[in-house]
């Protein structure tokens, strides 16, 4: 259960590093539509974008960005919490529960950023705690554990 735990905090960190490539991918393309393409971004656009969504070189950076933050950072922060009741990792339960709640509050931010602009400076910063965290969970479960006296 250490190595799940090891790997499962790892890819965590793993997928933070793939969310901010996904989400510049998708801004970049943005911008290059607009500044090169002649497109226009307006709130039909957006509007229209879950049902019709744009075809811009990068678009698929916001889907893949947004499919990975709501659905799989959430499901295996639960499921590192689950393991780290079972790999027996010096601080691993408080950890996994950390990550767990930063990853909760960055899903909150994402979603309400469009109405509240200002959490998209706590949704940047906490991609780092996230990143951070998963960090420090691999490196615990990496620690050697003393081997009792015989």
Known sequence: MRAAYLWLARLIAVLVVVQAMTIVFAVSGLF???TEKGGSLDASVVKSWDDTPPTFTGAIGHLLHVEV????MPALALLLLIVAFFAKVSQGVAIALVLLVLVILQIL???NADNMPYLGLWHG???FLIFG???AAAMKAKEVRPV???
């Not at 933050?69 to 799989?72: A, M, S, T, Y």
Request: charged share 10%; glycine share 10%; hydrophobic share 65%.
């Open 32 to 34: 290059n539509w607009i």
């Open 69 to 72: 933050g709501e659905k799989l």
């Open 109 to 111: 931010a994402g979603m």
């Open 125 to 127: 910063l906490n991609a």
């Open 133 to 135: 965290a998963a960090m």
């Open 148 to 150: 009792p006296a015989a």
